[in-house]
């Protein structure tokens, strides 16, 4: 498989810069900031509003070496240890060293993190942190990280641009295909960026924006680009669901006090892990599910601990309360019900230290790539963190070749017929959706992830709309990753095989060619 669409670039109209970035997240956008800076002629396209992004979202904050007790080497040990043995500590000395500069150069663009009364940046803690040192703006962090992104970004900048193929040739990438207000339109450049965010959406049940679904991971799998650590997906311990759909309440509101109790009140995380609510995520995610098998009954988040140490909930979190209460829910007074569902996507396209990919002129930043700082489970609020140090060195990395690659696109002829498909029924992303979460979700075994397979290759080579065969083909590849891994580390655990096993204690590399046979 390589293109869903058809298409002849000669045929379609066609625009020239120096550099295309896909997605207008914390990533994309300080990658787009740097090249500017540099003077290329830069283009960042997104498929929906500019702001509309897991980054907009985030709530907690930037987790930063800054505060007078903290240490580059002291977040170097927690990111490393949250890991579960597979972290890349080469990428993460280089996080938390230059993510201390980064942080500054948000503040030189104007964010609003919050201070105490004489001027300094106050910090708050979460699960695995040794000490207190996520940098916030409110329980809204992300919108003011977006709107300052936003602000300082001055190049040309695409709304409703979805990327439906990249332009590759002999292994390398001239460009984008991307349909913009419904037409195809090429767009060349030397080097190309995925800043698409990650693959929470292609769950059931998350946190995540409808823009989530791993679009940039699934274009450059199907392009030749090698991916990394496919299995390996962050499920939230606690978001609220009904209806109308999930949102992630932060475990900054853990940090701050809150407590899990069971249907009987009783406050359980202590059965499960001496580190209580703040053990790391994946642990308080299944003892959740575990506790509500037990007791065959919901889970709850007590805010009211927090008042009791003084502090006003209204004023520290205002959109999980401002939210709760449009449910007909009061923090301050009754418990909130919860549930674990999918966050967060570690795995990824493969990059070195400069967000190159295997494929010439392609790289990749933010949650799209996999730098392996996340190992097997990330810490809290080192992803937005993650954007910014790898958007800042990437734009460099793609400065570096631009002087290289030539700027004549007049001999690029990509002519391609869209795979054709080999089942005649159509399906939905909700298809794909419900198969991720029932089959390859927080607990996973081989009989579940047979199932998974074999309805995602039917769906992937169905007939059946870009973005579902897209998304199935991803969600394709996670599965047969989490089949590979007979083990549980991390975010990965599968029933069958519920221990470490040294013998796994190795990255997980996906191709293409580990697709042939399934489609
Ligand atoms: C609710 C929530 C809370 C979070 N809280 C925190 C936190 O407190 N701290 C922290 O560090 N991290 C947090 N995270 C994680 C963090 O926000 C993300 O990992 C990070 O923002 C990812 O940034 P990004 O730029 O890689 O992707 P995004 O911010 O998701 O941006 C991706 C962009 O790509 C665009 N796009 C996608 N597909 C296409 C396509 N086919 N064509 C064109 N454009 C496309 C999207 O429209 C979007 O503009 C949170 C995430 C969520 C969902």
Not at 54 to 60: C, D, H, I, M, R
Not at 102 to 108: E, G, Y
Not at 285 to 291: D, K, M, N, V, Y
Not at 346 to 372: M, N, P, W
Request: glycine share 10%; with cysteine; net charge neutral.
């Amino acid at each position: 498989m390589k293109s869903l669409t058809t298409f002849d670039v000669l045929d379609i109209p066609s625009k020239t810069y120096d550099a295309v970035i896909v997605g207008s997240g914390a990533a994309g956008l300080t990658c787009g900031i740097v090249l500017r800076e540099l003077g290329l002629k830069v283009c960042v396209i997104t498929k929906s509003r500019a702001n509309e992004s897991s980054t907009n979202l985030a709530q907690g904050g930037i987790a930063v070496a800054l505060s007078k007790e903290d240490s580059p080497d002291l977040h170097f040990n927690d990111t490393m240890r949250a890991g579960a043995g597979l972290v890349v500590p080469k990428m993460v000395r280089v996080l938390v060293e230059e993510g201390v500069k980064r942080v500054i150069d948000l503040l030189r663009f104007g964010a609003r993190f919050e201070r105490d009364k004489d001027g300094f940046l106050k910090f708050t803690k979460e699960a695995a942190h040794s000490v207190s040192r996520i940098v916030y703006y409110k329980d809204k962090t992300g919108e003011e990280v977006e709107r300052v992104l936003l602000n300082t970004y001055n190049g040309d900048l695409i709304e409703g641009a979805l990327l439906r193929e990249l332009l590759v040739k002999n292994g390398r990438c001239y460009g984008v295909l991307a349909s913009i207000d419904g037409e195809l339109c090429a767009l060349y450049a030397p080097v190309v960026a995925v800043a698409t965010g990650g693959a929470a959406g292609l769950y059931l049940k998350n946190t995540n924006p409808p823009t989530s679904t791993g679009d940039g991971i699934s274009t450059a799998l199907r392009y030749g680009a090698e991916l990394q650590d496919l299995e390996f997906v962050q499920f939230h311990p606690t978001a609220f669901c009904d209806g109308n759909g999930c949102f992630l309440i932060s475990e900054a509101v853990r940090g701050e006090g809150a407590i899990l109790v069971d249907k009987f009140g009783r406050r359980f995380m202590g059965d499960y892990h001496h580190l209580w609510e703040l053990a790391p995520r994946d642990v308080v995610t299944r003892a959740i599910e575990s506790q509500k098998r037990i007791t065959g009954g919901e889970v709850f988040l007590d805010f009211r601990p927090i008042e009791e140490r003084g502090i006003d909930i209204e004023e520290r979190f205002p959109t999980i309360v401002k939210r709760l209460r449009e449910r007909g829910l009061d923090p301050k007074k009754e418990l909130i019900p919860i549930t674990p569902v999918a966050h967060y996507y570690i795995g990824g396209i493969k990059v070195d230290t400069f967000g190159r990919t295997s494929i010439d002129g392609l790289f990749a930043v933010g949650e799209a790539s996999c730098t392996g700082i996340h190992g097997a489970n990330r810490l809290a609020s080192n992803s937005l963190l993650e954007c910014l140090v790898f958007g800042n060195r990437a734009a460099y990395g793609m400065y570096r070749d631009w002087r290289y690659f030539s700027r004549d696109f007049s001999e690029v002829r990509i002519k391609i017929e869209r795979v054709p498909y080999k089942v005649e029924e159509s399906f939905s992303l909700d298809d794909v959706k419900r198969t991720m979460w029932e089959k390859v979700g927080i607990f996973r075994s081989a009989n579940s992830l047979m199932e998974a397979i074999e309805k995602l290759s039917k769906i992937a080579m169905s007939n059946s709309d870009w973005i579902v065969r897209n998304g199935a083909l991803l969600g394709l590849a996670i599965s047969v990753s989490a089949m590979r891994r007979e083990e549980s580390r991390g975010g990965h655990y599968r029933t069958d095989f519920p221990y470490e096993r040294e013998e796994f204690r190795k990255h997980s590399t996906f191709s293409f060619r580990d697709l042939v046979n399934l489609l």
